[in-house]
């Protein structure tokens, strides 16, 4: 599966599970460490764990298991590594402090609809 087919998947999963200011970034002419990320945040919790064990079953269906997940416990950054997709869940506290879009604005951003 390509690494486009990936993020679809897990832009899907995200939204069912109404994760909010879904962003992609495509990150493959800025970096060799991936092909896209992708940033969400969740309003608590609970939904930022439910957000990241959606992504993470919906890609283990496909046969596709992440290769490190980091932050789940304490849920206020979980990190998804799918090695040419790379995963953020925030809760919105977070994803205000660390700004990953600024950081990575030279990156082009895509619309979840075009994947």
């Not at 206020?76 to 809760?91: A, K, N, P, Q, T």
């Not at 977070?94 to 609809?113: P, S, V």
């Amino acid at each position: 599966m390509d690494s486009r087919e990936k993020a679809r998947i897990a832009v899907s999963a995200m939204e069912d599970k109404k994760a909010e200011d879904i962003r992609v970034i495509e990150i493959s002419e800025v970096s060799s460490i991936g092909d896209y990320f992708i940033i969400c945040n969740g309003s608590n919790i609970s939904q930022v764990q439910a957000i990241t064990d959606e992504i993470d079953e919906r890609l283990g269906r496909q046969g596709i298991t992440a290769a490190h997940v980091e932050g789940y416990r304490n849920a206020g950054w979980i990190l998804m590594d799918y090695s040419d997709v790379i995963i953020h869940v925030f809760d919105k506290d977070n994803r205000l402090f660390y700004n990953l879009e600024r950081i990575w604005k030279d990156g082009k951003e895509i619309g979840a609809e075009s994947l």
